[in-house]
């Protein structure tokens, strides 16, 4: 059995689309604390996705030390490179978004595999999207029908919902922006037996 911490409704739905026995649980990580601190360590957006990743998945992992537990984060950094946070509110989310438009932000997606305690599996991955011009009119009616709901996304958006109008082009694998590299964990779960090969 893997142990999911984290709570993201489309990291779960992803497992269990995927056919992976799993469990979600609350990490216990005060997540804007330990960002603070590592941004003051100066990691960038990859670096700070993994330290994320690795910390929800240790947290949990000496609490379950027989399970596989499988901590993941995603980082977001705009076109001038800074990292954005989870949007607090339909403002906030909109002010996000216009940063965003008419550019390309890079979004990275980790995770961390754990058991005993130690990491034991890692990947990081990377996509590039590009967002669209798109209007002022555009961008409200979007936030009216989206918020509450990306107000837990990195970025402001959920790519498997109306989001997807918001770009004009995305490099990168749709897993990944969703949260999860998932294709290179599923290969190390065939590996450990976890999942049928």
Known sequence: MLILASQSASRRAMLTA???PHEAKVAGVDEAAVKASLLADGLDARALADALAELKALRLS????????????????????????????????????????????????AAVVCRAGA??????????????????????????AEWPAIGGCVGGYRLEGLGAQLFAKIEGSHFTILGLPLLPLLDWLRIQGVIVT
């Open 119 to 144: 990491p034991i599996w890692r990947h990081v991955d990377g996509a590039k999207l590009t967002m669209r011009p798109f209007s002022d009119a555009f961008l409200e009616s979007y936030l009216d």
């Open 62 to 109: 000496l609490r379950f030390p027989e399970a596989l537990v499988l901590g993941c984060d995603s980082t977001v950094a705009a076109p001038d490179g800074a990292l954005l946070d989870k949007a607090e509110s339909w403002e906030e989310a909109r002010s996000q978004l216009q940063g965003l438009r008419g550019g390309t932000h890079r979004l990275w997606s």
């Open 18 to 20: 995927a056919g992976v």
